[in-house]
């Protein structure tokens, strides 16, 4: 049972326009989500991350929206640039309550920006 | 700082033999994670360690043993290796956290492991 999905695999956005990348999340006791970037041949690397105290996030062009009622967040990005071609993962930790816990990870989207 | 660091890089093991990939990082994080990544899929966590000593599993341990004797250190052991551990193997690590605190999880670079 998945308890951190993303639906899309893939999304293509032509460079300048805004990127969208979705993610829910079932299990209510997450209280902290993160966005992480994959390039091939690399580890995941942190992008941005928001707590449940908040509703939206912002760390230059990319902002993190939480819709805790519909158990929803999602990630813009704006605008996009070739550079963000990537994988996106979404994940999802307890640990703002249970401290330091393991991230549950999404599937992944793959984001291409199209020049 | 080097990060998280994982040797080796690529391997191939035959069916049945066994080996240890290493993870190290240089931050002084007393939390270390190990996860694999099946083509088209998320990661998924095998072990984790909150400190030197203390080890738990996570969702997919069967077919793997870790041990964490030094906080730099945190190896992951293959005994007998199966073609359904075919996969690459990420190994992170993050600081203790806390309410205010972060919850960033820094990667090394993975190693991609085709058991044959």
């Known amino acids: 049972d998945q308890q951190v999905k993303q639906n899309s695999p893939s999304l293509s956005v032509q460079e300048g326009r805004i990127s969208i990348l979705n993610c829910d999340y079932t299990?209510?006791?997450?209280?902290?989500f993160l966005w992480y970037k994959k390039y091939p041949a690399e580890g995941p690397t942190f992008l941005i991350s928001i707590s449940s105290i908040k509703d939206k996030n912002e760390d230059g062009r990319f902002t993190v929206f939480l819709n805790k009622s519909a158990k929803h967040l999602s990630l813009h990005i704006v605008p996009s640039q070739p550079g963000d071609s990537a994988v996106y993962f979404c994940a999802a930790s307890g640990g703002l309550i249970s401290g330091n816990t393991p991230l549950v990870f999404g599937k992944g989207t793959r984001l291409s920006v199209i020049a | 700082n080097a990060g998280v660091t994982q040797t080796p890089k690529f391997r191939i093991l035959k069916i049945g033999q066994s080996m240890t990939l290493q993870c190290t990082q240089d931050?002084?994080?007393?939390?270390m994670y190990w996860y694999r990544q099946d083509p088209g899929m998320g990661l998924k966590l095998i072990y984790y360690?909150?400190?030197?000593?203390?080890?738990d599993k996570g969702e997919v341990p069967n077919g793997y043993n870790v041990s964490r004797s030094t906080t730099e250190d945190f190896p992951l052991r293959l005994e007998l290796a199966a073609p359904s551990q075919t996969s690459v193997y990420f190994c992170?690590?993050?600081?203790?956290?806390?309410?205010?605190?972060?919850?960033?999880?820094?990667f090394g670079p993975g190693t991609r492991l085709t058991v044959t």
């Open positions: 299990n209510s006791m997450f209280d902290y």
């Open positions: 992170a690590s993050s600081s203790s956290g806390g309410f205010r605190g972060s919850y960033e999880q820094y």
């Open positions: 931050m002084n994080h007393n939390y």
């Open positions: 360690s909150v400190g030197a000593g203390i080890t």
